[in-house]
Each structure stands twice: as structure tokens, then as C-alpha cells.
């Protein structure tokens, strides 16, 4: 079972309050993974042996900082030919790797936990940070299903969240996630812009000079 909250125990950032409201329908739950951690990153490990971690291109030719991977019913890309879901991994030719069912049993949990009852996530995308890389303002919008919510969780090095409004003229609030913390959005705020600011340089006991996020969506 997820831990239960406890302000400042293990955590990365022990003053901050263990749920924040951010606006109607997202939330941050701070160290709510925290004992959770070492199994959801056995499990990436798992997943990254046999769909390693690439830098995909975008339709515009540019190369993406960010390196991700995937698990689940489908996978997220993109190419030359736009963004779109995939139930093949493209550098391999062959399905992506299945969703454990650790991962999407704990975002079940989660998104009750922020209001989402039922949530049955079918793919996971799985983003690793260097320092220096960043994930611009972008909404999620290739999904089939709008109704359910998005689960991010953050594991390694702390960052900044950024969330924004409906529109990408609204200024985004920068929100401190780390270690063990999730952010969860859906409802009247599932359009809403989103990103990583660039990420300091650091190492952490966990992941090392990096930050891994598992991002728990229904796609199809």
C-alpha cells in the first residue's frame, strides 16, 4: 500500500505540506511513492532492458533532451510523422514491454487518492532527466480519453513542475517535486499546460545524476 502521509519523513523537501491543491481537479501528493520507490525502479530497470531509454525526434526534426521510454497497451512517440500512440516500439519493431502490474495497481491507488476513482491506466511513459533538460509547456492531448485523469510520479533528483492554465498565455506556477511525489491532474484541469523547468545538476542515492518520471495515462 502506498505510505501514509507523514510531513518530513525521508523527505526531500520536509517543509512543504504533503498535499497541495494546485487548482479543481490537480493536486501534488508529496511522498506519496516514498516507500513505493525501489520497487517501481526495479521495474523500470525491468522495462529498460528491453526498450531502452532514446531520444526521439520530433516532427520538426528536432532531437528531444528528455530520453523516455514506454510500457503498456501502446507506447507514446514521435517522428517525422507527428505524435501519436503506438502499440509497436519503433527501434525495435516488436510490441512495447507490458505494464507491471505493481505500476498500474499503485496508480489506481493514486488517483483515488486525488479524487479519480477507477482509474485504469493502459500506458506508461517513462522520462529520464539530465541536468541541464527540460520538458517545454505542452498539454497532453493525443489520448482517446479526456475523462481520465494523468499520474506523474517523480523519482531521483528533485525538479521544478511547472502548471499552467487552458491556455499557453497563462503563467504557470512552478511547484518543487521531488523524490517519492506525485502530481495529479484530470476533470476541468486535464488540458492544462505542463512541463519540466531545466534540471539542476545533483546526484541522488536512488537514480544517480538523473530524474526518472513514470507518467500513467489512458490512451486508448
Avoid at 187 to 193: H, K, N, S, V
Amino acid at each position: 500500500m502506498p505510505k501514509q502521509y507523514q510531513p518530513g519523513l525521508f523527505s526531500d523537501a520536509p517543509n512543504l505540506p504533503p498535499r497541495e491543491a494546485l487548482t479543481e481537479g490537480a493536486v501534488v501528493l508529496r511522498d506519496y511513492a516514498l516507500n513505493q520507490t525501489p520497487a517501481l525502479l526495479e521495474e523500470v530497470d525491468a522495462i529498460t532492458k528491453v526498450a531502452p531509454f532514446r531520444h526521439m525526434i520530433t516532427p520538426g526534426g528536432f532531437r528531444m533532451s528528455v530520453a523516455m521510454t514506454n510500457c503498456g497497451r501502446a507506447g507514446w512517440v514521435s517522428d517525422r510523422k507527428g505524435y501519436r500512440y503506438d502499440p509497436i516500439d519503433p527501434d525495435r519493431a516488436a510490441p512495447w514491454p507490458s505494464m507491471p502490474a505493481r505500476f498500474a495497481d499503485f496508480a489506481k491507488q493514486a488517483a483515488a487518492e486525488a479524487g479519480f476513482p477507477n482509474f485504469d491506466t493502459d500506458v506508461c511513459l517513462i522520462n529520464r532527466y539530465a541536468p541541464g533538460t527540460k520538458l517545454s509547456l505542452h498539454q497532453d492531448k493525443d489520448e482517446h480519453d479526456f475523462t481520465a485523469p494523468i499520474v506523474t510520479v517523480s523519482l531521483g533528483l528533485s525538479a521544478v513542475f511547472l502548471f499552467g492554465g487552458l491556455t499557453r498565455k497563462e503563467r504557470p506556477r512552478r511547484i518543487e517535486v521531488s523524490h517519492g511525489d506525485l502530481v495529479i491532474w484530470g476533470g476541468q484541469a486535464r488540458l492544462a499546460y505542463h512541463g519540466i523547468a531545466p534540471l539542476a545538476e545533483g546526484d541522488h542515492p536512488a537514480t544517480g545524476p538523473c530524474r526518472i518520471s513514470l507518467t500513467f495515462r489512458k490512451a486508448l
